[in-house]
Structures are given as C-alpha cells and as structure tokens.
C-alpha cells in the first residue's frame, strides 16, 4: 500500500528555519506530483506546494513564495520542504500527498486532486 509518513516538525522562533520531510513508499512516483498542505486549529486544509515527480516542476502558494522549497530525492524516495523566514501564521499541522495520476503540465493544487495522505506533522512558530 501507498504510505506518506511527514517528519521534521517542531517549535521555532519567527524567522528560523524548519525542513519537513515526506518519505513515500508502495508504488512508483514517476507519473505523480507530491504535495504539501497545512492545516491550522479551526480552518480548513490549504496548499502550500507540490512538485511533479517526473521534471521537478513546482508550484507554491503565494504567502509562501520566496520562503519556502519543494524538493525531491529520487532515490529515498523522499520530498522535502524547506521552509525559512518563519512566521507565526505559518503555525499548522502539515501534510504530505500525493496524487494517483497525474498527466498535467503543472502540479495540482487542490485537495480533491490528490488521493494519498500522510499523518502530518506539527510546525509552531513563537514570535
């Protein structure tokens, strides 16, 4: 079976620097993007980037653009996300995905287009 297990989370100060990590099993990822989405206490889930597997494209939410990278090691095979510049807002449980199939240019940035899910991994950011 698929398994996305996230790691790497922890409590920081504003403006340090946290590296999740996504280590993913069970299948081949060469026509999937791996996402990461992050939940706060009371709001809904929201994209905060994905990469295609095959290629290395990403794609990022705007809040985090210049903050945060998406990265992939082929042969764990693991995806990261590098996140510095931290903020309090950026306090939430994060999550790895990935999708089943995925044919297009772009990496997907939606909830419903990805189809495997990790436990999550909790960030705190103190100011």
């Known amino acids: 079976q698929v398994q996305l297990v996230e790691s790497g989370g922890g409590l920081v100060q504003a403006g340090a620097s946290l590296r999740l990590s996504c280590a993913a099993s069970?299948?081949?990822?060469?026509?999937?993007?791996i996402g990461w989405f992050r939940q706060a206490p009371g709001k809904g889930r929201e994209f905060v980037a994905a990469?295609?597997?095959?290629?290395?494209?990403?794609t990022y939410t705007d809040s985090v653009k210049g903050r945060f990278a998406i990265s992939r090691d082929n042969a764990k095979p693991t995806v990261y996300l590098q996140m510095n510049s931290l903020k309090p807002e950026d306090t939430a449980v994060y999550y790895c995905?990935?999708?089943?199939?995925?044919?297009?240019?772009?990496?997907?940035?939606?909830?419903?287009?990805?189809?495997?899910w990790g436990q999550g991994t909790q960030v705190t950011v103190s100011s």
């Open positions: 995905a990935a999708t089943t199939y995925y044919s297009g240019t772009n990496p997907p940035a939606r909830t419903s287009d990805f189809g495997y």
């Open positions: 069970g299948r081949t990822f060469s026509n999937s993007a």
């Open positions: 990469i295609r597997w095959s290629g290395s494209t990403t």
